[in-house]
T-cell receptor, first 112, second 113 residues
Framework: GESVGLHLPTLSVQEGDNSIINCAYSNSASDYFIWYKQESGKGPQFIIDIRSNMDKRQGQRVTVLLNKTVKHLSLQIAATQPGDSAVYFCAENIGGYQKVTFGIGTKLQVIP | DTAVSQTPKYLVTQMGNDKSIKCEQNLGHDTMYWYKQDSKKFLKIMFSYNNKELIINETVPNRFSPKSPDKAHLNLHINSLELGDSAVYFC????????????FGSGTQLSVL
Protein backbone atom coordinates (compact mmCIF):
# COMPACT_ATOMS: atom_id res chain seq x y z
CA GLY A 1 0.00 0.00 0.00
CA GLU A 2 1.02 3.62 -0.34
CA SER A 3 1.62 4.12 3.37
CA VAL A 4 3.78 1.07 3.97
CA GLY A 5 6.63 2.04 6.26
CA LEU A 6 4.98 5.28 7.30
CA HIS A 7 3.42 5.98 10.66
CA LEU A 8 1.10 8.72 11.76
CA PRO A 9 3.09 11.52 13.47
CA THR A 10 1.63 12.57 16.79
CA LEU A 11 1.79 15.95 18.46
CA SER A 12 0.82 16.24 22.13
CA VAL A 13 -0.05 19.70 23.38
CA GLN A 14 -1.23 21.02 26.73
CA GLU A 15 -4.67 22.59 26.70
CA GLY A 16 -4.37 26.34 26.28
CA ASP A 17 -0.99 26.19 24.54
CA ASN A 18 -0.50 26.94 20.87
CA SER A 19 -0.08 24.07 18.40
CA ILE A 20 1.99 24.05 15.26
CA ILE A 21 1.46 21.30 12.73
CA ASN A 22 3.93 21.11 9.87
CA CYS A 23 3.66 19.76 6.38
CA ALA A 24 6.13 19.41 3.53
CA TYR A 25 4.79 19.22 0.01
CA SER A 26 6.65 17.92 -2.98
CA ASN A 27 5.04 19.37 -6.08
CA SER A 28 6.38 22.83 -6.87
CA ALA A 29 3.51 23.25 -9.37
CA SER A 30 0.93 23.12 -6.56
CA ASP A 31 -0.71 26.50 -6.21
CA TYR A 32 -3.45 25.92 -3.68
CA PHE A 33 -3.16 24.39 -0.23
CA ILE A 34 -5.78 23.30 2.22
CA TRP A 35 -5.86 22.05 5.80
CA TYR A 36 -8.41 19.47 6.82
CA LYS A 37 -9.35 18.20 10.27
CA GLN A 38 -10.54 14.64 10.78
CA GLU A 39 -12.17 13.74 14.07
CA SER A 40 -12.49 10.12 15.12
CA GLY A 41 -15.18 8.29 13.14
CA LYS A 42 -15.81 11.22 10.80
CA GLY A 43 -14.73 12.40 7.41
CA PRO A 44 -12.15 15.17 6.95
CA GLN A 45 -13.50 18.69 7.34
CA PHE A 46 -12.16 21.84 5.67
CA ILE A 47 -10.44 24.25 8.07
CA ILE A 48 -8.58 26.86 6.06
CA ASP A 49 -6.93 27.31 2.68
CA ILE A 50 -4.21 29.45 1.14
CA ARG A 51 -3.18 30.24 -2.42
CA SER A 52 0.41 30.24 -3.52
CA ASN A 53 0.44 34.02 -4.01
CA MET A 54 0.06 34.44 -0.24
CA ASP A 55 2.36 33.47 2.61
CA LYS A 56 -0.05 33.81 5.51
CA ARG A 57 -3.74 33.52 6.09
CA GLN A 58 -5.68 33.76 9.33
CA GLY A 59 -8.96 32.27 10.42
CA GLN A 60 -10.65 31.90 13.73
CA ARG A 61 -7.88 30.66 16.10
CA VAL A 62 -6.01 29.19 13.12
CA THR A 63 -3.25 30.56 10.93
CA VAL A 64 -1.70 28.93 7.91
CA LEU A 65 1.82 29.83 6.81
CA LEU A 66 3.23 28.97 3.42
CA ASN A 67 6.92 28.96 2.52
CA LYS A 68 7.21 28.17 -1.17
CA THR A 69 10.99 28.36 -1.15
CA VAL A 70 11.28 25.26 0.98
CA LYS A 71 7.86 23.86 0.07
CA HIS A 72 6.60 23.96 3.62
CA LEU A 73 3.19 24.60 5.08
CA SER A 74 2.19 24.98 8.70
CA LEU A 75 -1.03 25.23 10.64
CA GLN A 76 -1.00 27.13 13.89
CA ILE A 77 -3.83 26.68 16.36
CA ALA A 78 -4.04 29.24 19.13
CA ALA A 79 -5.14 28.31 22.65
CA THR A 80 -5.61 24.65 21.80
CA GLN A 81 -8.76 23.08 23.18
CA PRO A 82 -9.77 19.43 23.77
CA GLY A 83 -12.10 19.70 20.77
CA ASP A 84 -9.07 20.31 18.58
CA SER A 85 -7.95 16.71 19.12
CA ALA A 86 -8.04 15.13 15.68
CA VAL A 87 -5.89 14.14 12.72
CA TYR A 88 -4.88 17.10 10.59
CA PHE A 89 -4.09 16.81 6.91
CA CYS A 90 -2.48 19.25 4.58
CA ALA A 91 -3.59 18.90 0.98
CA GLU A 92 -2.44 20.43 -2.29
CA ASN A 93 -3.97 21.13 -5.65
CA ILE A 94 -2.60 22.25 -9.00
CA GLY A 95 -4.30 24.96 -11.02
CA GLY A 96 -7.93 23.94 -10.60
CA TYR A 97 -7.25 20.38 -11.72
CA GLN A 98 -9.82 18.34 -9.92
CA LYS A 99 -7.43 16.32 -7.83
CA VAL A 100 -6.64 17.17 -4.24
CA THR A 101 -3.63 15.24 -2.93
CA PHE A 102 -3.43 14.68 0.81
CA GLY A 103 -0.32 14.50 2.99
CA ILE A 104 0.15 11.74 5.57
CA GLY A 105 -1.59 13.56 8.43
CA THR A 106 -0.61 14.51 11.98
CA LYS A 107 -2.51 13.38 15.04
CA LEU A 108 -2.99 16.18 17.57
CA GLN A 109 -3.59 15.09 21.15
CA VAL A 110 -4.68 17.78 23.58
CA ILE A 111 -3.78 17.08 27.19
CA PRO A 112 -6.35 18.57 29.61
CA ASP B 1 -30.04 17.53 6.61
CA THR B 2 -26.80 15.59 6.11
CA ALA B 3 -24.75 17.14 3.31
CA VAL B 4 -22.88 14.07 2.04
CA SER B 5 -24.28 10.77 3.16
CA GLN B 6 -22.94 7.34 2.42
CA THR B 7 -24.26 3.89 3.26
CA PRO B 8 -23.55 1.55 4.84
CA LYS B 9 -21.34 2.89 7.61
CA TYR B 10 -19.90 -0.55 8.27
CA LEU B 11 -19.53 -3.41 5.84
CA VAL B 12 -18.12 -6.79 6.84
CA THR B 13 -17.86 -9.40 4.14
CA GLN B 14 -15.98 -12.45 2.96
CA MET B 15 -13.22 -12.51 0.38
CA GLY B 16 -14.52 -13.00 -3.13
CA ASN B 17 -17.86 -11.31 -2.52
CA ASP B 18 -19.21 -8.32 -4.46
CA LYS B 19 -20.41 -5.27 -2.55
CA SER B 20 -21.61 -1.72 -3.17
CA ILE B 21 -21.34 1.53 -1.26
CA LYS B 22 -23.78 4.32 -2.00
CA CYS B 23 -23.23 8.06 -1.75
CA GLU B 24 -25.57 11.00 -2.09
CA GLN B 25 -24.99 14.73 -1.67
CA ASN B 26 -27.68 17.38 -1.29
CA LEU B 27 -25.33 20.36 -1.64
CA GLY B 28 -25.98 20.90 -5.35
CA HIS B 29 -22.33 20.17 -6.11
CA ASP B 30 -21.28 19.11 -9.59
CA THR B 31 -18.25 16.98 -8.69
CA MET B 32 -18.08 13.86 -6.55
CA TYR B 33 -15.18 11.70 -5.45
CA TRP B 34 -14.21 8.44 -3.83
CA TYR B 35 -11.22 8.38 -1.50
CA LYS B 36 -9.67 5.38 0.25
CA GLN B 37 -8.14 5.72 3.73
CA ASP B 38 -5.91 2.93 4.98
CA SER B 39 -5.15 1.90 8.55
CA LYS B 40 -2.39 4.51 8.81
CA LYS B 41 -4.87 7.26 7.86
CA PHE B 42 -3.34 7.77 4.43
CA LEU B 43 -6.01 9.25 2.12
CA LYS B 44 -5.81 8.56 -1.58
CA ILE B 45 -8.15 9.61 -4.34
CA MET B 46 -9.68 6.81 -6.39
CA PHE B 47 -12.21 8.43 -8.71
CA SER B 48 -13.76 11.75 -9.54
CA TYR B 49 -16.94 12.47 -11.47
CA ASN B 50 -18.06 15.83 -12.81
CA ASN B 51 -21.69 16.05 -13.91
CA LYS B 52 -21.83 12.25 -14.19
CA GLU B 53 -18.68 12.10 -16.29
CA LEU B 54 -15.57 10.27 -15.07
CA ILE B 55 -12.66 12.71 -14.96
CA ILE B 56 -10.18 11.13 -12.58
CA ASN B 57 -9.44 7.43 -12.46
CA GLU B 58 -6.35 6.74 -10.41
CA THR B 59 -4.49 3.47 -10.51
CA VAL B 60 -7.30 1.43 -9.06
CA PRO B 61 -7.96 -2.25 -9.87
CA ASN B 62 -10.78 -2.64 -12.34
CA ARG B 63 -12.62 -4.65 -9.71
CA PHE B 64 -13.66 -1.18 -8.51
CA SER B 65 -16.35 0.40 -10.65
CA PRO B 66 -17.93 3.74 -9.85
CA LYS B 67 -21.35 4.65 -11.16
CA SER B 68 -22.96 8.06 -11.21
CA PRO B 69 -26.66 7.88 -12.11
CA ASP B 70 -26.97 11.65 -11.64
CA LYS B 71 -24.76 14.40 -10.31
CA ALA B 72 -26.07 13.98 -6.76
CA HIS B 73 -25.13 10.30 -6.53
CA LEU B 74 -21.89 8.38 -6.88
CA ASN B 75 -21.87 4.71 -6.00
CA LEU B 76 -18.91 2.37 -5.73
CA HIS B 77 -19.19 -1.28 -6.66
CA ILE B 78 -16.41 -3.67 -5.78
CA ASN B 79 -16.12 -7.13 -7.31
CA SER B 80 -14.21 -10.13 -5.95
CA LEU B 81 -13.24 -8.44 -2.69
CA GLU B 82 -9.73 -9.05 -1.41
CA LEU B 83 -8.20 -8.71 2.07
CA GLY B 84 -6.27 -5.66 0.92
CA ASP B 85 -9.50 -3.84 0.12
CA SER B 86 -10.14 -3.45 3.84
CA ALA B 87 -10.12 0.29 4.51
CA VAL B 88 -12.39 3.24 5.11
CA TYR B 89 -13.92 4.59 1.91
CA PHE B 90 -14.96 8.24 1.82
CA CYS B 91 -17.26 9.91 -0.60
CA UNK B 92 -16.80 13.64 -1.12
CA UNK B 93 -18.19 16.42 -3.24
CA UNK B 94 -17.16 19.88 -4.36
CA UNK B 95 -18.51 22.68 -6.47
CA UNK B 96 -17.58 24.87 -9.38
CA UNK B 97 -14.82 27.34 -8.73
CA UNK B 98 -13.95 25.83 -5.35
CA UNK B 99 -13.23 22.30 -6.39
CA UNK B 100 -10.45 22.02 -3.84
CA UNK B 101 -12.82 22.52 -0.92
CA UNK B 102 -14.11 19.01 -0.42
CA UNK B 103 -17.10 18.04 1.66
CA PHE B 104 -16.73 14.49 2.95
CA GLY B 105 -19.20 11.88 4.07
CA SER B 106 -18.61 10.05 7.33
CA GLY B 107 -17.03 7.04 5.65
CA THR B 108 -17.75 3.36 5.13
CA GLN B 109 -15.52 0.99 7.04
CA LEU B 110 -15.04 -2.08 4.88
CA SER B 111 -13.64 -5.23 6.50
CA VAL B 112 -12.87 -8.17 4.25
CA LEU B 113 -12.42 -11.45 6.12
Amino acid sequence: GESVGLHLPTLSVQEGDNSIINCAYSNSASDYFIWYKQESGKGPQFIIDIRSNMDKRQGQRVTVLLNKTVKHLSLQIAATQPGDSAVYFCAENIGGYQKVTFGIGTKLQVIP
Amino acid sequence: DTAVSQTPKYLVTQMGNDKSIKCEQNLGHDTMYWYKQDSKKFLKIMFSYNNKELIINETVPNRFSPKSPDKAHLNLHINSLELGDSAVYFCASSHGGQREKLFFGSGTQLSVL
